[in-house]
């Protein structure tokens, strides 16, 4: 028999990383009841996701909050909402991050009154406010104010929370997004770098932190990255991002520690690579980028959230999310993983790929500098443009079959799939009445909010003061929290700063992002095109024209943008307004540009109340002859109801050729107009 190991040969096991769950929907009762049941099960912190109207500073009863009331996330309209969302979760013992960024300094300052109330000793709350809005210009969508407000706003929180919150991480820079809008490792790593510098400048030259406080704010600064399924060259982003960091904050901030120096990061893995088609795929490249992000020690995350396996078909159900946090666990708790030091350490073919990732990145860095910082290549347009190139190139891989992805353009075939024999229970779905009784409550509470048992002083001296604040150079998180212990609401905070700061319009990038599939003669593009010219000489008018638009509050518009440029590029006059947009002003674009068909896409899951509305708007105008096609996340069932109410044609994820898309538009346009079907030979 072989001798057990003796107990003091054992290797120190490093301690896991955070494991989280970004979970929200519904209400603040129905997350706060999610929330307990993950922490039973062993989840060891709280990631909290907002809806749409929380985040992009809107009451649940505004227009624009039509159909995205607790549909991605939590809806907190106030001080009431937040105490019931962590009602009997001690927050001075939890560590929460909040995905939230144009109103990050709003739901902070309810988290710190909620703390406070509870008895919490602020100095001890730890956690992360993502608030990092220069990714949501370029990718989400979320944004608010102009840049030049946007990073005061997250200025005035960095130097508050040193202050007086210094667990508490100010601001989480966000390259997720960057990648799931078509970023490259070296964008990825390069405009996340340009925004933590523009965000550093911009603190050291407010004057509100003394100069030797700035290793306090470095190390306070988190990311939070992506990690997608080439998990080798994920893994080596890692080590370029850390070693990027390094000299950053050395050379240009003279931070001499080295702990204030380290990368600090927390990761979600690759929503955008997870497929609708056969689904239970997505498991195993949940596996591999989790990978990316764990395996190597010293580029190690600090906390994980693993999306689940069914995210391209709907909200995932409590069970899914369950499978996630088990995936982390068997890592951290059952392979030997965090027995060992850095297992990479020394290997030539890694340190290869890390230095010319990091000597393209310093390179990309340097051009955004001399454009005059990350702020200005925003308002120029030369990030949105990059990314939406970035994105159309990869999408022309896929569809070339260069790029596979199995289930979509590789190994199709398969067989009935148990996990989603019934599509209507493999998801989760909220119940369209949330939203009304949302709305009512938030009513209650206007009508309420100063009288027993909260006493709350009469709102509008508060936002008068924050209006005043915003006028000035004060800092503003203490008017801030002033609204919040006032009762005031939301969209009544983010109301008073438009007041002052007004909102903003992101670029696009759509007309100036460059032909990622050329018209190549016998190519199914060249022959889409022909068939848009054919159609538009039909119809006795120069160009077919064509609307894509983006109703309601959801911001992700990769998919709406990679629709635009490839119909520019077969030849159709396009009309893209950009993100938010009511049906109303849809509508109106339709008929005064004389469009031929109206593109919508929508991943939030109000299109079941919008895109109807658009259909009937249309008929009231009388343009019946104007086909509306709706892309997005929508379930099967859905799909069915748009189709009977009179769309046109549904797509979804699974639907990944996007020429085929706009031949089957070009087909849509035809049958409107009663033109005979018509076929290019290719």
């Known amino acids: 028999m072989t001798e057990r190991q003796p107990a003091e040969n054992k290797r120190e096991k490093d301690r896991p990383w955070l494991m989280r769950t970004y979970a929200g929907h519904s209400t603040a009762e129905a997350s706060n009841e999610l929330y307990r049941r993950n922490l039973a099960k062993g989840q060891t912190g709280l990631s909290v996701a907002f809806d749409l109207p929380t ?229 195993q490249r949940i596996v591999l980028e989790m990978l990316a992000v764990t395996l190597s020690k010293d580029a190690r995350a600090r906390a994980v959230q693993l999306p689940a396996w069914n995210e391209a078909l709907g909200l995932p159900r409590p069970w899914d999310q369950q499978w996630s946090l088990r995936i982390q666990q068997v890592l951290a708790y059952e392979s030997d993983l965090l027995e060992y030091e850095d297992i990479f350490e020394g290997s030539k073919v890694i340190e290869t790929k890390v230095d010319q990732l990091v000597a393209d990145a310093f390179e990309e860095i340097g051009r955004i500098q001399e454009m005059g910082g990350a702020m200005a290549a925003v308002e120029s347009g030369y990030l949105k443009s990059q990314l939406v190139s970035s994105h159309a190139e990869r999408r022309a891989r896929i569809e070339s079959g260069e790029e596979k992805i199995i289930g979509v353009n590789a190994f199709e075939g398969t067989e009935p799939n148990p996990l989603t024999a019934d599509l209507d229970t493999a998801i989760q779905t909220v119940d369209p009445a949330v939203e009304a009784r949302v709305i009512g409550a938030l009513q209650h509470w206007r009508d309420t909010r100063y009288q027993p048992p909260f006493n709350h002083p009469r709102p509008c001296k508060a936002l008068e003061r924050l209006k005043e604040a915003a006028r000035g150079t004060e800092n503003l998180m203490e008017a801030t929290l002033e609204c919040a212990r006032a009762g005031v609401t939301t969209g009544e905070w983010a109301g008073a700063l438009r007041e002052v700061f007004g909102e903003y319009r992101a670029p696009t990038g759509v007309s100036s992002a460059p032909v990622a599939v050329p018209v190549e003669a016998g190519s199914a593009l060249a022959g889409v095109r022909a068939r848009v010219d054919a159609t538009a000489r039909d119809l006795g008018v120069g160009k077919l024209r064509f609307l894509v638009g983006k109703p309601g509050l959801d911001g992700h518009s990769n998919g709406a943008e990679q629709i635009a440029v490839r119909a520019r590029d077969a030849g159709f006059e396009v009309v893209y307004q950009g993100i938010r947009l009511t049906p109303e002003q849809i509508v109106d674009a339709a008929l005064a540009e004389d469009v031929h068909a109206v593109g919508l896409s929508i991943l939030s899951g109000s299109h079941a109340q919008l895109v109807p509305d658009v259909l009937q708007r249309l008929r009231v105008a009388g343009a019946t002859d104007i086909p509306v096609i709706a892309g997005g996340i929508i379930p099967n069932g859905d799909a069915e109801q748009l189709r009977a109410a009179g769309v046109a044609a549904v797509f979804t994820p699974k639907d990944f050729d996007i020429t085929g898309i706009i031949g089957a538009i070009v087909d849509e346009i035809r049958k409107a107009n009663k033109l005979d079907p018509l076929e290019v030979p290719a």
């Open 55 to 283: 985040q992009t500073g809107y009451d649940p009863d505004h227009i624009l909050a039509r159909g995205e009331v607790g549909r991605v996330g939590v809806p907190v309209s106030h001080l009431g909402d937040m105490r019931r969302l962590f009602q009997d979760i001690p927050l001075e013992q939890m560590n929460t991050s909040m995905t939230i960024n144009a109103t990050a300094m709003w739901l902070l300052a309810l988290y710190q009154v909620v703390a406070e109330e509870q008895g919490a000793d602020i100095t001890r709350l730890q956690g992360t406010t993502q608030n990092d809005i220069v990714k949501e210009y370029l990718s989400r969508g979320t944004h608010v104010f102009p840049p030049g407000p946007s990073l005061r706003l997250t200025t005035d929180m960095i130097a508050y929370t040193v202050s007086h919150i210094p667990k508490w991480n100010p601001i989480n820079i966000c390259s997720y997004h960057l990648q799931e809008a078509g970023a490259t490792p070296v964008q990825e790593i390069a405009y996340a770098m340009s925004t933590a510098i523009a965000v550093l400048d911009a603190v050291r030259d407010s004057g509100q932190v003394p100069p030797e406080r700035m290793g306090d704010v470095v190390a306070r600064i988190s990311f939070f990255v992506n990690a997608g399924v080439r998990f080798v060259e994920e893994m080596c982003k890692m080590r370029a991002f850390g070693r990027i960091w390094d000299e950053v904050t050395r050379e240009r901030y003279g931070i001499e520690s080295p702990k204030q120096r380290r990368f600090r990061y927390g990761v979600q893995v690759n929503s955008l690579g997870l497929t609708e088609a056969q689904p239970e795929n997505n498991v």
